[in-house]
């Protein structure tokens, strides 16, 4: 089995984002993981469809997104629009996944 590195556009430096994702492709991770929190299903609130389609420019490496809203199904369409190449979600914040 290989192993992946997804590197958390959470864990960077949020002053410096399109340094960070330069950083992220010379070090050779194989995606970039973009967690959205609506503030509801989880309590935080973080990245939304505005910022991935800016980012999705800047970078090479696919994009694992990871729903941590309501209602994702909602938005999957919205994500595979901005550049999401992978899409995760949590099975119960679904009503039919």
Known sequence: MDTLISASL?????????????????AGTDWLHYDV??????????FGE???KKIKKHISVPVDTHLMIIDPIRYIDNYA??????????????EDP
Not at 37 to 46: A, E, L, Q, R, Y
Not at 81 to 94: R, W
């Open 37 to 46: 929190m609506d503030g509801v299903f989880v309590p935080n609130i973080s």
């Open 50 to 52: 505005p910022v991935l």
């Open 81 to 94: 629009d901005c550049g999401s190449d992978i899409i995760t979600f949590h099975i119960e914040a679904a």
């Open 10 to 26: 959470l864990g960077c430096d949020l002053s410096d984002i399109a340094q960070e994702l330069k950083n992220i492709q010379q």
